[in-house]
């Protein structure tokens, strides 16, 4: 009896429990609670202030008593990020961000994105590699990964995990205090040689890539350009990268010769690049790019060994950008052919023209401009190719059009060996044209060199 009393009430609450609307009563709610520390807070910016760029001496924190708290930025998850983990001062509007170099794989298991964490400094490092400060433990003369043995003694995990909202910026912007940071670029597109149709590029599985795969950003209004950085040791190394406009989120950092800025993404999802390209208009005489019968003009710069040489061709050959280095007569494997290059020189920007003598369209038909072009010591898409029917001598004076030339990506070494047949219709031109090949680089950080040879006009 007295059990069956106990099933009643039971029932009876139940059926009471059930009866209860929803807005009667509040659902338990969860407060996110912070880990305590026991020493001082600090910040990002504080800790970078310690590192003397002056004598790039490495400093050691001891006795401090200070940690500084900061946010992931970074994710290994895809194999991008190896062995570190990126970190900025605050979840959205950072001001400062640092690497962290970590004995680990698999961090993103821990060290999600958007985690907050805490660093104890005491027994770290700072050192500037590669264009970056590094923090870590010091071995020797280097800042090396803090051990794995190590690394719960340095690094607490907040129960804490943000939203990282991305810095927009424009390519204009770039400059050193922005290192580490998560930003964006909008309005932004692959150069249109990565993405024809003839060949399309992947994040970084082409044979022109070592240990990294740099594919050159362009800015949609300005033209202005970045790299993005992608290792060869991702699992997305072999996906195509989009065609299209848009915006791209990651890291900003160097490459790993402190040459330029690249942007790394976490995973290919950071690329939203759905909109048209926003491509330059190029001069469109049709589709035919075969080669006529007839030859024009014909310069395979046999026989030039000198400037002067080149000169009594006809060929203007000028630096607009207040230095030195043009295009150069220069013997490659037993071939004759011009070379530039912004590498070794102290010229930022470095811009050379180089301009064919006239031809002469009247005598002919259907014509087209042919030419070959080799890619190496690759460090980014510099080198244009235009076509006028006015030409005064000064390039900067005169208006040109843009030619779709077959510019083509090359290693980051000297293995490159094969030129690059650019084949284009310019039968709607008449009279008298002159092509300019245009360089513009940057020492340090813009210095691909070209090879130019084989330059052709045929028709009918």
Not at 2 to 20: D, E
Request: aromatic share 10%; net charge negative.
């Amino acid at each position: 009896m007295m059990m069956k009393m106990r099933i009643l009430s039971l029932l009876i609450l139940l059926v009471n429990f059930g009866c209860v609307k929803t807005d009667d009563f509040e659902l338990p709610t969860f407060e996110e609670t912070d880990v305590e520390i026991d020493g001082i807070i600090t910040n990002i910016a504080s800790v970078k202030g310690n590192f003397n760029f002056e004598t790039e001496a490495i400093y050691t924190f001891r006795e401090t008593d200070t940690w500084f708290e900061a946010y992931v930025i970074s994710s290994d998850a895809n194999g991008n990020f190896y062995k570190e983990i990126i970190v900025q001062d605050k979840p959205e509007d950072p001001t400062a961000g640092i690497q962290i170099l970590l004995d680990h794989n698999s961090l993103f298991e821990t060290y999600n994105l958007g985690r907050k964490i805490y660093v104890k400094l005491d027994g770290l490092s700072l050192g500037y590699n590669n264009g970056l400060l590094q923090l870590g433990i010091q071995n020797r003369g280097d800042v090396v990964a803090i051990p794995n043995s190590l690394i719960d003694d340095h690094i607490v995990r907040s129960a804490i995990t943000r939203d990282i909202t991305p810095l927009d910026i424009k390519i204009s912007d770039l400059n050193p205090d922005l290192k580490n940071l998560f930003v964006r670029l909008q309005d932004v597109q692959f150069d249109r040689n990565l993405v024809n149709e003839n060949e399309l590029f992947s994040f970084a599985s082409s044979p022109v890539d070592q240990y990294d795969g740099e594919r050159q950003l362009e800015d949609c209004e300005t033209g202005e350009t970045i790299l993005m950085s992608t290792s060869t040791f991702s699992n997305f190394k072999m996906l195509l990268i989009p065609q299209g406009s848009g915006s791209i989120e990651g890291v900003l950092t160097r490459d790993f010769y402190d040459e330029h800025f690249v942007i790394v993404v976490n995973s290919p999802d950071a690329l939203d690049m759905n909109d048209e390209r926003c491509d330059k208009e190029y001069l469109n005489c049709g589709t035919r790019s075969s080669e006529g019968p007839n030859v024009i003009f014909e310069e395979n710069f046999e026989g030039v060994t000198s400037n002067s040489t080149l000169n009594s061709r006809g060929w203007t050959n000028l630096n607009v950008s207040g230095g030195e280095k043009k295009f150069t007569p220069t013997l490659s494997s037993g071939n004759r052919i011009l070379r530039i290059s912004a590498y070794n020189t102290v010229e930022s920007p470095l811009e050379a023209w180089l301009v064919t003598p006239p031809i002469d369209l009247n005598v002919s038909e259907m014509e087209s401009l042919s030419f070959d072009i080799l890619s190496s010591y690759d460090k980014g898409l510099i080198l244009e190719v235009f076509i006028t029917t006015d030409f005064n001598g000064n390039p900067e004076e005169t208006e040109w059009i843009e030619l779709d030339a077959n510019i083509p990506l090359g290693p980051s070494s000297s293995n490159s060996t094969i030129f690059k047949r650019s084949n284009i219709d310019i039968s709607c031109l008449e009279g008298k044209v002159w092509v300019g090949f245009r360089y513009l680089g940057s020492a340090y950080d813009k210095t691909t060199t070209y090879d130019l040879d084989n330059i052709r006009v045929t028709g009918n």
